[in-house]
């Protein structure tokens, strides 16, 4: 029986595909231990747990617990999908830059709002790290958690040795969106993309039988005006490869688009629109309760699509796939920085998951990505040496934050920041500068 233990299983909506999806396999003998710090939300997961275990009829052991380190306590797999500060701190993220006059949308991932979810989550992750080399130091950490490539990056900092891989669905997805234009589904291609997770580059995009479907994108672009007012649309038009992350995400990774309101509305961008869908996420929270109270069937979306579902069957069954995952770069992408986190294809079978070394990106690429990276890098650099200058300056190097705001307005954005986390950041980080 393989142990999979859930850090942050609060999370109930996800929760319940994670499961649902692992459920599915049919063949895979489970126990399922369930963390949250949220005594609610834990009974729910563990409601919903149960719940999927009657509607799928495949049995699985199911333990729900506030301690984390009983539920990481010899699992063979670890996935971790924590909010630190949760609804309040995301808020918190979008609403005091906007009224800085900085623009975000989901402010997640990079620049200020990606800075400071990472400043407040390597704590608790370092805490997640420590428990799993005292009581599963063999198990892979299989990391949900934004902002992506900080997360993955601060775990080979503080714990190289636990085999950690972050897994995000915006490749598989933004794969599938593609084909459907095209009027093709996704099994009738083959696609690889690397770069940073968030910004990675559509590279290798065909059909089974070697067609470049890069061609029909641009025609299938040409025939509709309203394709050319998207952010994504208009990268692939300037940068030559597709991005593999929403127009949402996308537009706040750079410097062009938030920075105007003629931009925003060019490209109908929705400033803050995160803070909609984190209420939705509160409100399905909300639905899962009523449902369950109810005795109802959850709703389920379709078949396995999320990775670690699929890399927890592939080690145990030898089933071989090829998915994405972030790791440190050892080699697998030569033109952006040695140890930083970057996005690559992975083989993943019964050996484990090996990631795939795909050479130089396009130069532009590469260019796009290494701006980011800074980012990251500084906001690792402030957490690892306490260094508060650095948390302003990782926001300096971000493109849309130095794009709409003066280094002057910079500090004071991120001096109100500070203040408004208090005690969810690392106590050097909480000096105002």
């Given amino acids: 029986m393989a142990k999979i233990a859930f850090v942050g299983a609060g999370s109930v909506v996800f929760t319940r595909q994670l499961v649902a999806d692992l459920l599915r396999f049919g063949d895979l003998d489970l126990e399922l231990a369930l963390h949250d710090i949220d005594r609610e939300r834990l009974d729910v997961a563990e409601g919903t747990a149960h719940r999927l275990v009657e509607q799928l009829g495949h049995p699985a052991r199911i333990s729900a617990t506030l301690d984390r380190k009983t539920a990481l306590d010899g699992a063979d797999f670890v996935i971790n999908m924590i909010q630190v500060g949760g609804i309040d701190a995301t808020i918190t993220d979008l609403e005091i830059p906007a009224r800085h006059g900085l623009r975000q949308t989901i402010g997640d991932t990079t620049g200020v709002g990606g800075v ?14 420590d428990d799993m080399r005292a009581v599963c130091p063999d198990a892979l950490l299989l990391n949900y958690t ?17 085999r950690t891989f972050g897994l995000c669905h915006s490749v598989y997805w933004t794969a599938h969106d593609l084909a459907g234009l095209l009027g093709l589904d ?3 291609t083959r696609f690889r993309a690397f770069g940073v997770n968030h910004q990675s580059w ?7 039988d070697g067609e470049d479907l890069y061609p029909r994108l641009r025609a299938r672009i040409a025939e509709d005006p309203e394709l050319e007012r998207r952010v994504r649309v208009e990268m692939f038009r300037r940068i030559g490869y597709y991005p593999t ?16 309101d003629a931009q925003v509305d060019r490209f109908r961008i929705e400033p803050l629109q995160y803070i909609g869908i984190s209420r939705e996420n509160v409100a399905e929270y909300e639905q899962a309760k009523t449902l369950l109270r109810d005795g109802r069937d959850l709703p389920l979306e379709g078949g396995a699509s999320e990775y670690a579902p699929q890399i927890i069957h592939s080690i145990l069954t030898g089933t071989t796939r090829e998915i994405h995952v972030n790791v440190p770069n050892r080699g697998l992408i030569d033109n952006l920085p040695a140890g930083a986190a970057v996005e690559v294809p992975a083989h993943v079978d019964g050996n484990g998951v090996v990631p795939i070394a795909m050479g130089p990106l396009p130069v532009q690429c590469a260019a796009l990505n290494r701006t980011y990276l800074s980012v990251a890098e500084l906001a690792v650099e402030a957490a690892r040496t306490g260094d508060p200058r650095l948390v302003r300056q990782a926001v300096l190097v971000d493109g ?31 000096a105002l500068l």
């Fill in 116 to 129: 400071f979810r990472a400043l407040r989550t390597f704590p608790v992750l370092t805490g997640i790290l």
């Fill in 146 to 162: 934004n902002p992506m490539a900080m997360n993955v990056w601060w775990a080979s900092v503080v714990a190289p040795e636990i």
């Fill in 186 to 188: 996704v099994e009738q």
């Fill in 202 to 208: 559509l590279r290798d995009w065909t059909t089974l």
């Fill in 245 to 260: 992350e929403t127009s949402e995400h996308s537009s706040e990774y750079l410097s062009w688009f938030l920075r105007s």
């Fill in 400 to 430: 849309n934050a130095s794009s709409t705001l003066t280094p002057a307005q910079i500090w004071d954005l991120c001096n109100e920041l500070v203040a408004a986390h208090g005690d969810l950041l690392p106590e050097p980080l909480r």
